[in-house]
């Protein structure tokens, strides 16, 4: 798979993701200060699965409509990159089949995933 990992998501995030040998770009090690927009259209038209901290992309999908190939934010509580990969582990692990095309909002406890025609799904990690 492809991912672009945000500038807040980090590089230890990044560097996991190629370790299991997805094609990765990150923000921080190539683009560092990338505004949200253009990470969005870059993640897009490089058909890249957006992984993320940051909610100002819900409103940039939901609200302004931004196209975009996948969207994984990470509402976590312990944001050490230890807990982001154990999380990120998780969803791959569940939810691989529906990481493309659509938003997922993960904690470390719950998933919800909202598709390209908004159906709302949810599941759990428990």
């Known amino acids: ?38 990470i969005i259209e870059k993640a897009n038209f490089g058909n890249y699965i957006l992984v993320t901290n940051d909610k100002d992309f819900g409103e940039l999908v939901f609200r302004m409509k931004r196209p975009h190939k996948g969207v994984i934010l990470l509402r976590l509580k312990d944001e050490r990159n230890k807990n982001k990969i154990a999380v990120l582990r998780r969803v791959l692990e569940l939810y691989s089949d529906k990481l493309a095309n659509n938003f997922i909002t993960v904690t470390e406890k719950t998933v919800r995933i909202v598709g390209e025609r908004r159906g709302r799904r949810g599941g759990s990690f428990i």
């Open 1 to 38: 798979m492809r991912f672009l990992v945000d500038e807040c998501t980090g590089p230890a995030v990044a560097e996991w993701l190629r370790s299991l040998h997805h094609d990765v770009f990150s923000v921080y090690d190539e683009a560092r200060g990338l505004d949200d927009e253009s």
